[in-house]
C-alpha cells in the first residue's frame, strides 16, 4: 500500500510537471498557430487545477491492479458522474476528459511508474532538485517574476521523486519548534479565511511559504550547502548592485528602477533593501573569517560599496534597520571590536560624511521627519509617513472589536471603510495607493488580522529561531532574522512570495547545522 501511495503521488507530480511546462510555454508562436492544441491544453489544465479530480486520481492508483478492466471503467465512470452530478449538461466535456486522463493513467500505468523511477534515481545521483532550489536564491533578486514558476516546478518534481528517503528525512525535521508554530499559524489563517469573505489569493504567499519549506526539508542534508547557498545569495545581490549602481551613474536603466529609486529587479524597494541588508553583514562575517588579504579587501570594498548602495536606495526604514543591525554586531564581536575598531570607525565616519552630503538621502530623511510633524501637528496624513501614522490608528481601533481572534485574513479593506470615512481619508492619495490593504507594519497586520493568537504565534516564531545556537553560521543566520524582524516594523511585505521563499531555503539550511552541533554533544 505505501508503494502504492507514494506512486500516487510521483504520478500526480508528474502529470503536474508536464501540464505546468506545457502551459508556460503554450504561449509560443507555434501554439498560437495551432489554436486548437492551445484551447485543448486549456481544457486540460482547468479539470487538472480541481483539487477534487486530484483525490480522484489518488484513490484511483492506489487500487489499481493489473487485472478486471472494465471494473475500472465503471468505477472511473461512477466516481466522475459523482463529481460532477450536479452540473453534467454544463460539463459533459470537463467529465469525458477526465474519463480519457484516467483511463490513460490506468492503460499506461506501468510505463509511468518506470519513468518516475528513472527520474527519482537521476536526482539521487545528480541531486537538480536540490540545486533548483538553491537556484532559487539567484533567482529571487535578479529575475523576481520567475520565482512563483520556478516554485511550482521544484514542487512538482519533488513529487515524482518522492520516496521513503525522503520521507524519513521528514520525520526527523518535523519535531523542529519552528516548524509546529508555522504549521499551526497557517492554520489559524485557513480558519481564519473561512470566516470572512473567502479569498484564496490571500492564502498563495503562505501557502507558497510552506511548499518551499516541504521541498528544502526533503532535498536539503549536508550541510556544506549552507555555504554553496550563501555564495549563490552574495554573488546574486553583486550582480544586483552593479547594476543599480549602472542606474546610479546612467550607464543603462532596468524597467524597475530608476535614478531617484536605482533598485535594479525587484519592484518592491523595501524587499531590496532587505536582502541587501543581509548581504551587508554577511560580507563584513566572511570579512573577518577571511585569512586572504586579497579576499579581505574584496569583501570589505563590496561591503562598503553595499552599505552605500543601501542608503542610495529610497526606502528610509532600511537605514533605521541598518542601524540597528550594526548595533547587535558590535555587541555581538565585542570581543574583537578593538582588534577592528579602525574599520568600524571607518564606516562610521564614511556614513555621516554620506549622509550630510549626499542631496538625496538628507532630502528624503528631512521630508521624512517634516511627514510625521505635519501628521502630529496639523493632521496632515497625505504623506509616505503620514499615512502609516493613520493605517496605525485604524489599526489600533480594529484590534479594540476583535483582541482575541482578529478581523480575518485578506479582511482588512473592507474593516477600515468605516474608520476611512470617520477620519476622512477617502481622498488621501497615499492611503489609498499604499496602505488600505497593507498597514506597512506586519507586527501590527497580524495582530488585526488574527488576534492576540496568531500575534503571540508569529513572535514566539521569532524568538524560537533567535534563542538557538547555529555554531559557525550562528551571526549569519541572527543578521538573517533581525533583518526581517527589523523590515516587519515598517513594510507589508510579508504577503510577497520572495520574501518567504529566502527565508525558508536559509532557516532550513541554517537548521542542518544546529542540529549538527546537538548530535556532536
Request: glycine share 4%.
Amino acid at each position: 500500500m505505501i508503494n502504492k501511495i507514494l506512486n500516487a503521488v510521483k504520478i500526480i507530480g508528474l502529470f503536474n510537471l508536464c501540464l505546468y511546462i506545457i502551459k508556460l510555454f503554450s504561449s509560443n508562436f507555434l501554439f498560437d498557430y495551432l489554436f486548437i492544441v492551445t484551447n485543448i491544453i486549456d481544457n486540460i489544465y482547468y479539470v487538472m487545477k480541481d483539487y477534487k479530480f486530484w483525490l480522484l486520481i489518488f484513490l484511483f492508483i492506489i487500487s489499481i491492479k493489473d487485472r478486471y478492466n472494465q471494473i475500472y471503467f465503471i468505477m472511473i465512470l461512477f466516481f466522475t458522474i459523482i463529481l460532477h452530478i450536479n452540473h453534467i449538461p454544463d460539463q459533459l466535456s470537463v467529465m469525458l476528459l477526465e474519463i480519457v486522463i484516467l483511463m490513460s493513467i490506468k492503460l499506461f500505468y506501468r510505463n509511468i511508474v518506470n519513468l518516475t523511477f528513472k527520474l527519482e534515481i537521476l536526482n539521487k545521483k545528480y541531486k537538480f532538485v536540490k540545486y533548483g532550489i538553491l537556484s532559487m536564491l539567484f533567482f529571487v533578486p535578479i529575475f523576481p517574476e520567475y520565482t512563483y514558476k520556478l516554485i511550482m516546478i521544484l514542487f512538482f518534481l519533488t513529487l515524482v521523486c518522492f520516496n521513503s528517503g525522503m520521507i524519513y528525512k521528514l520525520k526527523l525535521k518535523l519535531n523542529e519548534k519552528y516548524i509546529f508554530i508555522i504549521f499551526i499559524f497557517i492554520i489559524l489563517q485557513i480558519l481564519s479565511i473561512l470566516f470572512t469573505r473567502f479569498n484564496v489569493e490571500v492564502l498563495t504567499p503562505y501557502i507558497m511559504a510552506i511548499v518551499v519549506l516541504f521541498i528544502s526539508l526533503v532535498n536539503f542534508d549536508d550541510i556544506n550547502d549552507i555555504k554553496i547557498a550563501i555564495n549563490i545569495f552574495i554573488f546574486a545581490m553583486f550582480i544586483s548592485e552593479l547594476t543599480s549602481y549602472g542606474i546610479i551613474f546612467g550607464l543603462w536603466h532596468t524597467t524597475v528602477g530608476s535614478v531617484n529609486n536605482p533598485t535594479p529587479f525587484i519592484h518592491n524597494h523595501s524587499e531590496y533593501a532587505l536582502f541587501l541588508l543581509i548581504t551587508i553583514f554577511w560580507l563584513f562575517k566572511l570579512f573577518i573569517n577571511e585569512k586572504s588579504i586579497i579576499k579581505k579587501i574584496f569583501y570589505f570594498t563590496f561591503f562598503l560599496t553595499a552599505t552605500l548602495n543601501l542608503f542610495f536606495n529610497s526606502s528610509r526604514s532600511a537605514y533605521i534597520n541598518y542601524f540597528i543591525i550594526l548595533i547587535f554586531t558590535l555587541y555581538y564581536y565585542r570581543s574583537l571590536l578593538k582588534q577592528y575598531f579602525k574599520y568600524v570607525l571607518l564606516v562610521f565616519i564614511g556614513l555621516i560624511i554620506f549622509l550630510f552630503n549626499n542631496n538625496m538621502v538628507y532630502s528624503r530623511l528631512k521630508v521624512g521627519f517634516n511627514n510625521l510633524q505635519n501628521t502630529y501637528k496639523f493632521q496632515k496624513y497625505n504623506s509616505s509617513w503620514g499615512s502609516r501614522v493613520m493605517a496605525y490608528e485604524i489599526g489600533f481601533d480594529l484590534i479594540k472589536e476583535k483582541p482575541i481572534f482578529g478581523n480575518g485574513n485578506g479582511n482588512i479593506k473592507e474593516k477600515s471603510e468605516k474608520y476611512v470615512k470617520q477620519y476622512k481619508m477617502q481622498n488621501q492619495i497615499y492611503y489609498n495607493k499604499y496602505i488600505n490593504k497593507v498597514f506597512h507594519n506586519i507586527y501590527l497586520q497580524v495582530f488585526v488580522e488574527f488576534g492576540l493568537l496568531g500575534f503571540c504565534l508569529y513572535i514566539l516564531f521569532w524568538i524560537v529561531l533567535l534563542k538557538e545556537y547555529y555554531g559557525e553560521y550562528d551571526y549569519f543566520f541572527k543578521t538573517l532574522i533581525l533583518g526581517y524582524m527589523g523590515v516587519s516594523l515598517f513594510t507589508g511585505i510579508y504577503t510577497h512570495i520572495m520574501y518567504w521563499s529566502v527565508l525558508m531555503i536559509f532557516i532550513v539550511l541554517f537548521n542542518l547545522n544546529k542540529k549538527r552541533i546537538m548530535n556532536e554533544k
